[in-house]
């Protein structure tokens, strides 16, 4: 078996190495401008070069659960493209998630910024049936926030493209949901694909529909989210503040707004990482698995999107 490896900003070395142990027989290489034809490959923001010469590829593993890059790409006829499905990446998800939540909920901010102050202030309770959370998307990222956020206590509504029960969330899907979880929710935590029926749906109309003094954390994709009406939204105050890990540009530009507003914290597309060894035993797997003529889970609906 020839396994190729193309991953754009990724160190090769240690994912080599892991995927020489999982297959002592294969060979093994990162891919170069006219190297033989490949059996599968391990990929990241591949360029169009290398899929247009790899025709041969029986499957492609992103080495992320998102996969709006590469379904942009023309791909081999026929392959599998397989994205990693949870590798550890649901339980950073949920951390990330309640720490945001949790923070705004319990104005640690407002605390933070008293104790440089030398104040010793105390701030009202406040309600907690008061802040209902949202997720968008309920796959195996937003499942695992939804039952985090219910441990605390939170009231959780949850909106998935086709119906879902969930233990003590409340349940939406599709179009004809849609108003109905936005009005419900007063947290609004975007978990879905970047496909073209998602593209944009942070906008003014839909975070309009929050709760009054509502909050987003977008931990999806950039792409998902109309910057300038956040920003207005926040300016009328219809929205609290928001929790961005995901950008229309990445790495953030110097001069963009949101690196400096008072209500809108920012980190770098970090809420949930690939864990190498994690994504390489599970690709391993699904390569022997695929190899015996067995299903395997999370190969990509290219018509879908996701
Ligand atoms: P997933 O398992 O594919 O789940 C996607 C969920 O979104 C499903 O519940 C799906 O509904 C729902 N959905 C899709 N299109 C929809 C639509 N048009 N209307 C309503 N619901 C829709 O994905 P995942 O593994 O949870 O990951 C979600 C996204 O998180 C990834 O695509 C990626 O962009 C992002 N991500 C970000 C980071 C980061 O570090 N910031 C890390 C990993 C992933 P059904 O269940 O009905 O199909
Ligand atoms: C990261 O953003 C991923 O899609 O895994």
Redesign the pocket.
């Known amino acids: 078996m020839n396994i190729t490896f193309c991953c754009t900003d990724t160190k090769a070395d240690p994912w080599l190495k892991g995927l020489r142990a999982a297959f002592p027989h294969a060979t093994v290489n990162v891919w170069q401008p006219g190297a033989p034809q490949a059996d599968v490959a391990v990929v990241w923001a591949p360029p169009q070069q290398f899929l247009d010469e790899q025709q041969a590829l029986k499957a492609l593993f992103n080495i992320?659960?998102?996969?709006?890059a590469l379904l942009k790409l023309r791909l081999p006829p026929g392959v599998k493209v397989v994205?990693?499905?949870?590798a550890g990446?649901?339980v950073?998800?949920a951390e990330y998630v309640c720490h945001a939540v949790i923070r705004h909920f319990r104005e640690f901010d407002g605390y933070e910024a008293d104790v440089k102050e030398g104040k010793w202030s105390y701030r009202k309770p406040r309600e907690r049936q008061a802040f209902p959370v949202g997720v968008?998307?309920?796959?195996?990222?937003?499942?695992r926030v939804a039952r985090a956020l219910r441990v605390f206590d939170f009231p959780v509504h949850g909106?998935?493209?086709?119906?879902?029960a969930i233990e003590g969330v409340f349940t939406h899907?599709?179009?004809a949901g849609?108003e109905g979880f936005l009005s419900a929710s007063r947290v609004l935590v975007n978990?879905?694909?970047?496909?073209p029926?998602?593209q944009d749906?942070l906008n003014r109309h839909t975070l309009g529909r929050l709760q009054p003094g509502g909050y987003l954390i977008n931990?999806?994709?950039g792409a998902h989210l109309v910057e300038a009406d956040l920003l207005a939204l926040l300016e009328r105050g219809h929205l609290a503040g928001a929790t961005l890990?995901?950008f229309r540009t990445e790495p953030l530009p110097p001069e963009h707004p949101f690196w400096a507003h008072p209500q809108i914290r920012i980190t770098p597309?970090?809420?949930?990482?690939?864990l190498r060894d994690e994504s390489i035993a599970q690709i391993a797997g699904k390569i022997r698995a695929l190899e015996a003529g067995q299903p395997i889970a999370g190969v990509v609906d290219a018509i879908?999107?996701?």
Request: charged share 25%.
């Open positions: 992320g659960a998102g996969v709006d994205r990693l499905d949870d990446m649901s950073q998800m968008m998307g309920l796959g195996v990222l937003g499942e909106w998935s493209r086709t119906p879902k899907s599709g179009e849609f978990l879905l694909p970047l496909t029926d998602t749906i931990v999806a994709r890990d995901v597309h970090t809420s949930a990482r690939t879908r999107g996701y």
